[in-house]
C-alpha cells in the first residue's frame, strides 16, 4: 500500500467540500469524507485503478478516481512510494484548474 499525501490546496477543498454537504444535507458531509476516504484507501492499494485524467496531458501521469455517490473525483499521481492527492474536483466545475500545482513541486 502506498503511503498518501495530500497537497494542502486539496485537503482545503475536501474540507470547503464537506462542509458546504453539511449546510444543505446535514449529515451528508460525514458521508463524502467517508467517500473520500474509500476513494483514497482504494487508490492507495491499487494505484492502477484510477484511469487517465481527461483534458490531462499523459505524460503528467495524472489519474482520476471518482468518488462514489458524488460529483467529486480525486485527481492523483504515484510519486516513487507516495500516492499524491492533487486535488479534490468537483466533475463539473472549473475543469484543470488545479493543473498549475503540478509545477509548484
Given at each position: 500500500m502506498k503511503q498518501v499525501e495530500f497537497d494542502p490546496?486539496?485537503?482545503?477543498?475536501?474540507?470547503r467540500?464537506?462542509?458546504e454537504y453539511e449546510v444543505d444535507y446535514?449529515?451528508?458531509g460525514l458521508?463524502?469524507?467517508?467517500?473520500?476516504?474509500?476513494?483514497?484507501?482504494?487508490?492507495?492499494a491499487t494505484p492502477t485503478v484510477g484511469h487517465r485524467f481527461p483534458g490531462v496531458p499523459d505524460e503528467?501521469?495524472?489519474?482520476?478516481?471518482?468518488v462514489k455517490h458524488f460529483r467529486y473525483a480525486l485527481a492523483y499521481r504515484v510519486v516513487g512510494e507516495v500516492l499524491r492527492i492533487?486535488?479534490?474536483?468537483?466533475?463539473?466545475?472549473?475543469?484543470?484548474?488545479w493543473l498549475d500545482r503540478l509545477d509548484e513541486e
Open positions: 490546496k486539496a485537503r482545503v477543498e475536501l474540507d467540500a464537506a462542509d446535514p449529515g451528508r458521508r463524502f469524507y467517508s467517500a473520500v476516504e474509500r476513494a483514497v484507501e482504494t487508490a492507495a503528467l501521469g495524472v489519474l482520476r478516481l471518482l492533487d486535488a479534490v474536483a468537483h466533475t463539473r466545475r472549473r475543469p484543470g484548474y
